[in-house]
C-alpha cells in the first residue's frame, strides 16, 4: 500500500483529500505546519507528498527544496495562488506537479495515481533507490553516505560513518573495541583500539541529544558497545 503524506493547514481540504485517498486504497498522514510537515517527510517513508505552498512556520517552498535534496519521491504542490510565477518557482524547486484550489478530489487522486505509476516506471527501469537504514530519528543513506539527525544533516568523517553504519546494521549486538577496530580498520587489534573510543565520542556528540545518556550508542561497561533500537 502506498503511502501519501497531505501538509495541509486547512483542516477541512486536508481531511476531504484524506477520504478520497483512502477510499482509492492508500495509506495516508497528514500535517499541518510546514515544520511538522517537513519533519514528517524527511523521516517517514513516504511514496508521495502533497504539499499546499501556504504554510504556518515554514512555507511549502521551502519544505519542497529540503525535501528534494534528500528524496525523489513526486511531491504535488496546492496552492490557492494561481499566478505563473509560483508554478515555475515550485517547479524550479523540483516539484512533480501543481494543482490550483479548488479542485476536484477525484483529480487530485488521478494525479496521485499517475505520478506514481510514473516514478515506480522509473524505478523499475534502472533508477536505483538509495539504501537507507533509518531508526528513531536518524537516517544513514548509505547509498550517498550522508547522516540526518531528525531531518538535520551532519557532517561525518569516513570511518566514523563506517563505524555508526556497522552498528546500525547490527542492532543490539555488543561488539568489544578489538572487533570494532577489526571491522572498521580493517585490521587486527594490534593498533591503537583507543581510536574506536575516540570515533564513538565523535558520533555520538553528533546523534545523541545527551551524550552522558546516550539514546543510540550503548557503552556495556568491560565489554564494549551497541546500538539499541
Not at 552498528?167 to 580498520?185: G, Y
Amino acid at each position: 500500500m502506498s503511502k501519501i503524506l497531505i501538509i495541509e493547514d486547512e483542516t477541512s481540504i486536508a481531511e476531504l483529500e484524506k477520504d478520497y485517498l483512502e477510499l482509492s486504497g492508500f495509506e495516508v498522514l497528514m500535517e499541518e505546519t510546514g515544520d511538522a510537515g517537513l519533519k514528517t517527510a524527511l523521516n517517514e517513508n513516504v511514496d508521495l507528498i502533497i504539499l499546499d505552498l501556504m504554510l504556518p512556520n515554514v512555507d511549502g517552498f521551502e519544505v519542497c527544496k529540503k525535501v528534494r535534496e534528500v528524496k525523489n519521491v513526486p511531491i504535488i504542490l496546492v496552492s490557492a495562488k494561481k499566478e505563473d510565477i509560483d508554478k515555475i518557482r515550485g517547479l524550479g524547486l523540483g516539484a512533480d506537479d501543481y494543482i490550483t484550489k479548488p479542485f476536484s478530489p477525484s483529480e487530485l487522486v488521478a494525479r496521485v495515481k499517475a505520478h506514481l505509476a510514473r516514478y515506480e516506471r522509473l524505478v523499475g527501469s534502472g533508477v536505483k533507490k538509495n539504501e537507507v537504514i533509518e531508526i528513531r530519528g536518524i537516517k544513514i543513506d548509505k547509498t550517498a553516505r550522508r547522516v540526518y539527525v531528525n531531518g538535520e544533516e551532519k557532517a561525518f568523517t569516513t570511518k566514523e560513518f563506517d563505524l555508526l553504519t556497522f552498528l546500525a546494521e547490527n542492532p543490539n549486538h555488543v561488539f568489544t573495541k578489538e572487533e570494532l577496530f577489526s571491522k572498521i580498520w580493517d585490521m587486527e587489534s594490534v593498533g591503537d583500539i583507543a581510536t574506536v573510543t575516540v570515533h564513538i565520542k565523535k558520533i555520538r556528540e553528533k546523534i545523541e541529544f545527551n551524550t552522558s545518556k546516550p539514546q543510540y550508542i550503548e557503552t556495556i561497561w568491560g565489554v564494549g558497545y551497541r546500538f539499541k533500537v
